[in-house]
């Protein structure tokens, strides 16, 4: 008689967990599930460092005092969250350096401008500086970002400018492997990769002056192209 209760009962709980079997859960194999992420080794690139000794270090602090209230030329990993895109608006390599390494005054100010990261042309990845430096590339967000320079000569129009990069492949992809890189290794959000147009709307944005960028590189709609293509490299 005993036998006869639970015999039905038993055969109800196999065919339950044969179901379950056969249909895992949504939340590992059905469409809310991630794609997984490759760690990203650290891109090919050379050192080719602009001068950027005692002097110019005091300048970056006393910089960092008026514009962001404290006195400071090393970037701190810890406090990195963004990386900005920019052109160079010239056609070479060497004349970026140049720039960069002139230390000619900006708005008035030193240090002048530079950028931890050129891209150019034939896809050659040149780091300028330390990584704890600060570079003057984007006002408001210094201390908070890398800066990636590619070179491209202005083409009359900021959206036409930055597709001529996108569409060069050897370029593209080494600045692309860069900024998945520099994404995983700093923890930067999606949202933060940003072109050099984008800062002052940035949520990172922070200026003690009234200074504002004027740039037109990197906007949104071309910017959002090259996110797309980390977000790919990402997964690969």
Same mark, same amino acid.
């Given at each position: 008689?005993?036998?006869r209760?639970?015999?039905p009962?038993?055969?109800?709980?196999?065919?339950a967990?044969?179901?379950?079997?056969a249909? #895992?859960?949504?939340?590992?194999?059905? &469409?809310?599930a991630? #794609?997984?992420?490759q760690?990203?080794?650290?891109?090919a690139?050379?050192?080719? #460092?602009?001068?950027?000794g005692?002097?110019r270090?005091h300048?970056?602090?006393?910089?960092s005092k008026?514009?962001?209230?404290?006195?400071?030329?090393?970037?701190?990993?810890?406090?990195v969250?963004?990386?900005?895109?920019?052109?160079?608006a010239?056609? &070479?390599?060497?004349?970026?350096?140049?720039?960069f390494?002139?230390?000619?005054?900006?708005?008035?100010?030193?240090?002048?401008v530079?950028a931890?990261?050129?891209?150019?042309?034939?896809?050659?990845?040149?780091r300028?500086?330390?990584?704890?430096?600060?570079?003057?590339?984007?006002?408001g967000?210094n201390?908070?970002?890398?800066?990636?320079?590619?070179?491209?000569?202005?083409l009359?129009?900021?959206?036409?400018?930055?597709?001529?990069?996108l569409d060069?492949?050897?370029?593209?992809?080494?600045?692309?492997r860069?900024?998945?890189w520099?994404?995983?290794?700093?923890?930067?959000?999606?949202?933060?990769?940003?072109?050099?147009?984008?800062?002052?709307?940035?949520h990172l944005?922070?200026?003690?002056?009234?200074?504002?960028?004027?740039?037109?590189?990197?906007?949104p709609?071309?910017?959002?192209?090259?996110?797309?293509?980390?977000s790919r490299?990402?997964?690969?």
């Amino acid at each position: 008689m005993t036998a006869r209760v639970r015999l039905p009962a038993l055969v109800a709980l196999t065919a339950a967990v044969a179901v379950a079997v056969a249909q #895992p859960s949504d939340a590992v194999h059905g &469409s809310s599930a991630r #794609p997984a992420v490759q760690r990203q080794k650290r891109p090919a690139m050379k050192y080719d #460092p602009i001068p950027f000794g005692h002097d110019r270090k005091h300048q970056m602090a006393n910089y960092s005092k008026r514009h962001y209230g404290e006195r400071a030329w090393r970037l701190n990993r810890r406090q990195v969250r963004a990386v900005v895109l920019h052109y160079t608006a010239g056609s &070479s390599y060497s004349s970026a350096w140049n720039t960069f390494a002139s230390n000619a005054p900006a708005l008035g100010e030193r240090p002048g401008v530079c950028a931890q990261f050129i891209v150019d042309k034939d896809g050659t990845v040149y780091r300028l500086t330390s990584l704890k430096i600060r570079c003057r590339h984007a006002i408001g967000i210094n201390h908070r970002s890398i800066g990636i320079e590619m070179v491209q000569q202005d083409l009359g129009d900021p959206v036409k400018t930055a597709e001529a990069i996108l569409d060069r492949h050897r370029q593209v992809r080494p600045a692309v492997r860069l900024v998945a890189w520099l994404k995983q290794r700093y923890h930067v959000k999606r949202r933060d990769i940003i072109g050099h147009a984008m800062v002052n709307d940035s949520h990172l944005f922070q200026e003690r002056t009234s200074w504002r960028n004027d740039h037109s590189d990197w906007l949104p709609k071309p910017t959002h192209r090259f996110r797309k293509r980390v977000s790919r490299q990402l997964r690969r």
